[in-house]
């Protein structure tokens, strides 16, 4: 059987959205049921062997599915704290975050991929959304809300894929509405002007609290639809739409992922994916891991 347990610290993790229930191509090392303050993560931890390509070691990377093994979690259901927690106790300092999204302008098409650089919130504060509360108060920045150092490297992983289907979008901002209902047409326009790019469910919390948790954390969009802005232009986004776009697209958004642990495995790595260049803006986030 796999082992139930990891002893090493495990520096990356994957959180994969709909679609990406599981990484495929990976050695299973060990299959991890963690239990946190904050309760089970959305998943059991797959923890995957990736050999380096500098090196030919094998480097860790945990897995998470966000909605779970077979998708049984809405969007306002998703365990986001303790699956941040969790992560961060495994040693868990750089977070690849996969999201199927609607697309709020033309030029981005459905398939094209978008590494964002911003988010607006559109969650309705329903959602448990900090670990700063019942006495451990702290503020973290959230200018950028995804790192820097990290979604360069994102990029020039994509980059590398385009010629081989892959069309990538280097900025974009996100608004992250609550749902599990789809937007209004108003809303859907009104987004527009506010200048977003892309739209999903899933990027908040899962990013301020790896903010709080001082892991690096950067997003990949895949869109899938239009949403229903372009009215009589074009279909309104449906769950079909979504879960074909994703399926016919899969293969490229694994080899993107794929891609971007390639990079992170290389040596030359090492201090960005240990979290070295992050700023300790608190002190409670290293309380959170033993390793
Ligand atoms: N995820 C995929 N498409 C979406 C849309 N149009 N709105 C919100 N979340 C989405």
Not at 123 to 140: A, D, L, N, Q
Not at 274 to 289: D, E, R, Y
């Amino acid at each position: 059987g796999v082992p139930s347990t990891y002893d090493a610290p495990v520096h990356i993790a994957v959180i994969g959205g709909t679609g990406i229930q599981s990484l495929p191509g990976f050695t299973l090392a060990a299959t991890l049921d963690v239990d946190t303050p904050w309760g089970k993560p959305s998943s059991p931890i797959s923890i995957l062997h990736h050999p380096s390509p500098s090196t030919g070691k094998d480097v860790p990377v945990a897995f998470l599915s966000r909605h779970g093994l077979s998708h049984e979690l809405a969007p306002h259901e998703v365990k986001n704290q303790a699956n941040i927690a969790a992560l961060r106790h495994l040693g868990v300092r750089t977070i690849i975050a996969f999201s199927a999204v609607g697309s709020l302008q033309e030029e981005v098409r459905p398939r094209d991929f978008v590494v964002p650089d911003q988010v607006i919130d559109r969650t309705k504060g329903i959602r448990p959304f900090t670990y700063f509360e019942k006495g451990m108060v702290g503020h973290v920045g959230f200018g950028d809300p995804f790192d820097i150092k990290l979604a360069e490297l994102v990029r020039k992983c994509g980059h590398s894929l385009e010629g081989e289907g892959v069309t990538l979008h280097d900025k974009g901002t996100i608004i992250c509405m609550e749902g599990p209902q789809f937007s209004t047409r108003a809303e859907s326009n009104m987004y527009r002007s506010w200048g977003g790019t892309v739209i999903n469910m899933s990027a908040l919390p899962e990013a301020k609290l790896a903010r709080e948790a001082e892991i690096a954390y950067q997003m990949i969009c895949m869109a899938t639809d239009y949403d229903c802005w372009r009215g009589a232009e074009g279909e309104d986004v449906n769950v079909e739409m979504v879960m074909g776009h994703m399926k016919a697209n899969a293969d490229n958004a694994r080899r993107f992922v794929g891609a971007v642990l390639n990079e992170l495995s290389k040596d030359e790595h090492a201090e960005l994916v240990q979290g070295k260049h992050l700023v300790n803006q608190t002190k409670f986030a290293g309380s959170m891991t033993k390793k």
